[in-house]
């Protein structure tokens, strides 16, 4: 079993609707990031969070610590949203040693 | 802005041969990482290095080494590729929690 799951795997949605990806880990962790890659593209992070909510634009992400669980949301999704989303938990490798582990990526398809 | 580049965004090669990929920073970051990106198996750490000439393996070090010499630059090498090596190869640099990606090479080995 994987460290880190995510679901969907696909998502296809109309534009405007509200997105939700999730993402469970079974390891502890230190934080949890949430980044977003184009086609073709390089990936960036959209956030880093290890407790409670953020918000940036239309992308909220929450995450619950006991529960071990992550959402990104997008509200009013619009095609430009199309990517592949990955979460990534930051875990200790090792002594001082911080690693990230990634889902597998959710690949997100807004059609207008 | 921080900026990592590769040296290549579409490399072919033939089974066999030693293969360089190199990545530079423009950050003076300490940290450095490559990764690779298979579908259905997302993004998995090869190597990482703390420091120049510093290297430790990740979780998929078998057939890669990797090179240090200087702080911006962290290569990949590939001492025989195999086709099983056919994958999106993508640096990073910065702190674990920051780290900021390159474009990737995807790299095919016939």
């Known amino acids: 079993k994987n460290e880190v799951e995510q679901s969907p795997q696909n998502l296809t949605a109309q534009e405007g609707e509200f997105i939700t990806i999730n993402c469970s880990y079974s390891?502890?962790?230190?934080?949890l990031h949430w980044l977003q890659q184009h086609p073709g593209g390089g990936i960036v992070s959209l956030f880093m969070?290890?407790?409670g909510k953020k918000k940036h634009g239309r992308l909220i992400a929450t995450i619950n610590i006991q529960e071990k669980h992550s959402s990104l949301h997008i509200t009013a999704s619009h095609p430009r949203d199309s990517a592949v989303y990955i979460c990534?938990?930051?875990?200790?490798?090792?002594?001082?040693?911080?690693?990230?582990?990634f889902g597998k990526g959710t690949l997100l398809t807004v059609n207008p | 802005d921080v900026k990592v580049t590769q040296s290549s965004r579409y490399l072919v090669k033939r089974t066999g041969e030693k293969v360089f990929l190199e990545c530079v920073q423009d950050m003076d970051h300490e940290n450095m990482f490559w990764y690779r990106q298979d579908p259905g198996l997302g993004l998995r750490l090869i190597y990482f290095?703390?420091?120049?000439?510093?290297?430790e393996k990740g979780d998929i070090p078998e057939g890669y080494s990797v090179s240090r010499e200087k702080k911006e630059r962290f290569s990949l090498i590939l001492e025989s590729a195999s086709t099983n090596q056919t994958s999106m190869y993508l640096c990073?640099?910065?702190?674990?929690?920051?780290?900021?990606f390159g474009p990737g090479t995807r790299l095919t080995v016939t």
């Open positions: 390891v502890g962790i230190s934080a």
């Open positions: 290095s703390y420091d120049v000439k510093m290297k």
């Open positions: 990073a640099s910065g702190p674990v929690y920051e780290q900021y």
């Open positions: 990534a938990a930051i875990t200790n490798s090792g002594g001082s040693n911080y690693k990230l582990t």
């Open positions: 969070l290890s407790s």
